[in-house]
T-cell receptor
Framework: AQSVTQPDIHITVSEGASLELRCNYSYGATPYLFWYVQSPGQGLQLLLKYFSGDTLVQGIKGFEAEFKRSQSSFNLRKPSVHWSDAAEYFCAVVLTGGGNKLTFGTGTQLKVEL | DAGVIQSPRHEVTEMGQEVTLRCKPISGHNSLFWYRQTMMRGLELLIYFNNNVPIDDSGMPEDRFSAKMPNASFSTLKIQPSEPRDSAVYFC?????????????FGEGSRLTVL
């Protein structure tokens, strides 16, 4: 079945530590890939996107993500986490030729310990 | 520039009552989306419009839900009659269609509680 999977529901890291959030997709063709962040009580904000080309994409707030076709993955990374990064992170896809319809994963809640 | 504006931010109502949620998209955006967020089901796309026309309403749960977009600057999501299982946060989002697939701007959401 077509899906977007975020295997980690919760992740806790110490401030200053590196971060990697996992995302896998299961579609026949490579979709457009996105990461969004949701702070408590807020709407979602786009962090970064991948359409094609360079498989390492840079986003806002110091985040980056790497597309790996062989693993059907699009993991989000940050070298040094700040306490303000505590939020929920969603991986999402748009199927190529699927118009503008964005489908989200189940999210990963990030907690940052001081 | 103003972002996506949703109202009300919070709504508490009793089962059976009509609920209307409102959304003003970002000026110049021609796609509008309604999402529902719950703990159990996560983020679900209910319906989306391109140029005020509904394109995909396959996510609308049942006939009690309806959405309209009478013009480029306003949309409503109506639930009639409301039920406790409709309790959720409803998000409106907008985007430009051409060349920006998936780049959505979200409002802050309307938290609905149906007693």
């Amino acid at each position: 079945a077509q899906s977007v999977t975020q295997p980690d529901i919760h992740i806790t890291v110490s401030e200053g530590a590196s971060l990697e959030l996992r995302c896998n997709y299961s579609y026949g063709a490579t979709p457009y890939l996105f990461w969004y962040v949701q702070s408590p009580g807020q709407g979602l904000q786009l962090l970064l996107k991948y359409f094609s080309g360079d498989t390492l994409v840079q986003g806002i707030k110091g985040f980056e993500a790497e597309f790996k076709r062989s693993q059907s993955s699009f993991n989000l990374r940050k070298p040094s986490v700040h306490w303000s990064d505590a939020a929920e992170y969603f991986c999402a896809v748009v199927l190529t030729g699927g118009g503008n319809k964005l489908t989200f994963g189940t999210g990963t809640q990030l907690k940052v310990e001081l | 520039d103003a972002g996506v504006i949703q109202s009300p931010r919070h709504e508490v109502t009793e089962m059976g009552q009509e609920v209307t949620l409102r959304c003003k998209p970002i000026s110049g955006h021609n796609s509008l989306f309604w999402y529902r967020q719950t703990m159990m089901r996560g983020l679900e796309l209910l319906i989306y419009f391109n140029n005020n026309v509904p394109i995909d309403d396959s996510g609308m749960p049942e006939d009690r839900f309806s959405a309209k977009m009478p013009n480029a600057s306003f949309s409503t999501l109506k639930i009639q009659p409301s039920e406790p299982r409709d309790s959720a946060v409803y998000f409106c989002a907008s985007s430009r269609t051409s060349g920006k697939a998936g780049e959505l701007f979200f409002g802050e959401g309307s938290r609905l509680t149906v007693l």
